[in-house]
Nanobody
Framework: QVQLVESGGGLVQAGGSLRLSCTAS????????VGWVRQAPGKEREFVAR???????TYGDSVKGRFTISRDNAKNTVYLQMNSLKPEDTAVYYC??????????????????WGQGTQVTVSS
């Protein structure tokens, strides 16, 4: 199973930007779909973004137009560029991978590998 480690979280003011990174080990991500899921306090995990090996992208409605997922297969790394951040984006952000490579699913349960999470806090 692939092991995922996130980095890049932190505290930012509303309107600011952050970039999260997720580096994989044990297996190559090249055939996986990769993505990001977030969980705010007291809420269920929420789909943020997905990118299959083909490079197409799918986003959750609340982040569309503000967040961008990308991947560098040579570095076995996935990124999430977050712009125009809002206080409601505050959450723990998890990197995730889908070994079946599903291209467009928004179901959180369709990811089968998870990182430990990184905290993103947006102040108003």
């Amino acid at each position: 199973q692939v092991q995922l480690v996130e980095s890049g979280g932190g505290l930012v003011q509303a309107g600011g930007s952050l970039r999260l990174s997720c580096t994989a080990s044990r297996r190559t991500l090249s055939t996986y779909s990769v993505g990001w899921v977030r969980q705010a306090p007291g809420k269920e995990r929420e789909f943020v973004a997905r990118m299959p090996w083909s490079g197409a992208t799918t986003y959750g409605d609340s982040v569309k137009g503000r967040f961008t997922i990308s991947r560098d297969n040579a570095k076995n790394t996935v990124y999430l560029q977050m712009n125009s951040l809002k206080p409601e984006d505050t959450a723990v952000y998890y990197c995730a991978a889908d070994s079946r490579g599903r291209p467009t699913s928004r179901r959180v349960a369709d990811f089968d590998s998870w990182g430990q999470g990184t905290q993103v806090t947006v102040s108003s």
